[in-house]
């Protein structure tokens, strides 16, 4: 006669949870957030301070966006495996004056607000109105940092823009917003 030996809830839950943990911890899946391989330094060669020709001989894919003379913008496209970014530079005397980028949407705000206050520590001013918030940092590197994300189901970067402290120099979405049409 076969004999059963009874377990109590304790002792089967119990039992269930090891053969959970188990079963779980057995598996090593490493989950990819969707801003793939983009890092900061990504754009870094596009911040203010930079030769434009430098820039041209890496990346000799561009179109001129806007000419004024001695102010021009320039449109480079880096292509990655997952995405494309269009990267708007303006220059000034064949300086990088300026450099504003618009990012995908499937990107992670999250992450690259992490990325920015790693680099940039956290932000000088902060503004929410209703889904969507701009991050600034003042002055780093001579530089001033503009970030906006929003949210609607999830959140997501919307552009970032790093502009030179220089006075001179009208930033580029002052010239963006001017460009768009008036209701």
Known sequence: MDS???LNYHEFMSLMFHIFFTFFSVIHAEITPPNYDFTLKTIENFT??????????????YDVFSDEGSQKILR???????????????VKKDIITDVFVRLPQFFLHDIFLADLQKKYKKQDRYVRHDRSAI????????T???YHGSCSITCFPMFIEIVSTDK???PMYVKLNEALPKW
């Open 144 to 146: 001033n940092i503009i």
């Open 48 to 61: 203010p301070g930079k030769q434009i020709e430098a820039v041209k001989k890496e990346n000799p894919k």
């Open 4 to 6: 059963e030996i009874p």
């Open 135 to 142: 991050y600034v940092w003042l002055n780093r590197d001579n």
């Open 76 to 90: 480079f496209k880096i292509k990655r495996t997952n995405y494309t970014l269009d990267i708007y530079t303006q």
């Open 168 to 170: 001179s120099v009208v």
